[in-house]
């Protein structure tokens, strides 16, 4: 079965400042995308950015970035620029090929501070 | 934009009703998921459905069924709802092509049994 890990339950930053998010993953499987959500108090989930993980290169989208280590099994989120409309909760999950589901991780919630 | 909606953000029910939730999505997805969210658990899921009338359990699907009659609507089930069923519960579709894959979440129903 595959796993998310997420190991900061509450991360806070300084406005403009840099956070990086961490994530780890469990699978036997070589095929799956990886995601980061965010989830404001709206409670809207909103995708922020995606990985193919037979993609070498880092995905990235505007202020947010990931580092993607394959072997490693490891994808963290780098927001950069800090605002304070990116405080939410952040989740990572994983999906394997095909019509399967999200596996989600615990979740990280964010506090930018002005 | 695609939408994916449930028809309720608040619901309060008594112990032993049964609760319908329900969820429409507008983009002809396949796959539509039910996950329940709770703090310091990250997203659970409860059920999923790769198609019209077609289920599979979750990792926590006890107390909780589902229908799936129509393509587009995905409805959960609380057969008789216990007070250890409130919580948020999420609904999400999603597509696989051969390009990739991405989930799409509803607003989400804060579910409240008393």
């Known amino acids: 079965a595959q796993t998310v890990t997420q190991s900061q339950p509450e991360m806070s930053v300084q406005e403009a400042e840099t956070v990086t998010l961490s994530c780890t993953y469990d699978?036997?499987?070589?095929?799956?995308?990886l995601f980061w959500y965010k989830q404001p108090p709206s409670r809207q989930m909103i995708l922020v950015i995606r990985?193919?993980?037979?993609?070498?290169q880092n995905a990235t989208e505007n202020r947010f970035s990931v580092n993607f280590q394959k072997a490693a099994k490891s994808f963290s989120l780098k927001i950069s620029d800090s605002q304070l409309g990116d405080t939410a909760m952040y989740f990572c999950?994983?999906?394997?090929?095909?019509?399967?589901?999200?596996?989600f991780g615990k979740g990280t919630r964010l506090s930018v501070i002005a | 934009d695609v939408k994916v909606t449930q028809s309720s953000r608040y619901l309060v029910k008594r112990t032993g009703e049964k609760v319908f939730l329900e969820c429409v999505q507008d983009?002809?997805?396949?796959?539509m998921f039910w996950y329940r969210q709770d703090p310091g658990l990250g997203l659970r899921l409860i059920y999923f459905?790769?198609?019209?009338?077609?289920?599979e359990k979750g990792d926590i699907p006890e107390g909780y069924s589902v229908s799936r009659e129509k393509k587009e609507r995905f409805s959960l089930i609380l057969e008789s709802a216990s007070t250890n069923q409130t919580s948020m519960y999420l609904c999400?579709?999603?597509?696989?092509?051969?390009?990739?894959?991405?989930?799409?979440f509803g607003q989400g129903t804060r579910l409240t049994v008393v």
């Open positions: 999400a579709s999603s597509f696989y092509r051969g390009s990739g894959t991405e989930a799409f």
């Open positions: 699978t036997s499987e070589s095929n799956y995308y």
């Open positions: 990985q193919e993980a037979y993609k070498q």
């Open positions: 999950a994983f999906i394997l090929s095909g019509n399967t589901p999200l596996v």
């Open positions: 983009m002809d997805h396949e796959n």
């Open positions: 459905s790769y198609d019209v009338k077609m289920k």
